[in-house]
């Protein structure tokens, strides 16, 4: 018998923008920013739609972040094109 995984995370890719402000974050900004990049991986719908885009806003006021993504077709690639912490 096999054991029993997870839901499938889609791949993760973070555009420029959102590279050049990951470099500013402390190394606690990034540890709270990676949580939230790893619950947007396992459900890419968590974030809010932004009106008239392909878009979502995920805001995480627990931990401070937030993180502007959009998820291709086939759900299976989540860009970031903006994250805060």
Same mark, same amino acid.
């Given at each position: 018998?096999? @054991?029993? #995984? =997870?839901?499938?995370?889609?791949?993760?890719? %973070?555009?420029? @923008?959102? &590279?050049? #402000? %990951?470099?500013?974050?402390?190394? /606690?900004? $990034?540890?709270? &920013? *990676?949580? /939230?990049?790893?619950?947007?991986?396992?459900? @890419?719908?968590? =974030?809010?739609?932004? @009106?008239?885009? %392909? &878009?979502? *806003?995920?805001?995480? *006021?627990? *931990? =401070?972040?937030?993180?502007?993504?959009?998820?291709?077709? &086939?759900? #299976?690639? $989540?860009?970031? /094109?903006?994250?805060?912490?």
């Amino acid at each position: 018998m096999s @054991p029993e #995984q =997870g839901p499938r995370r889609s791949q993760v890719v %973070l555009v420029e @923008p959102a &590279l050049s #402000q %990951l470099a500013k974050l402390t190394a /606690a900004e $990034t540890h709270r &920013l *990676d949580r /939230a990049i790893v619950a947007i991986s396992v459900n @890419p719908g968590l =974030g809010t739609p932004v @009106p008239s885009t %392909l &878009l979502r *806003d995920y805001v995480d *006021d627990v *931990d =401070g972040v937030r993180v502007i993504y959009y998820v291709t077709a &086939l759900r #299976q690639i $989540t860009i970031v /094109a903006y994250v805060e912490a």
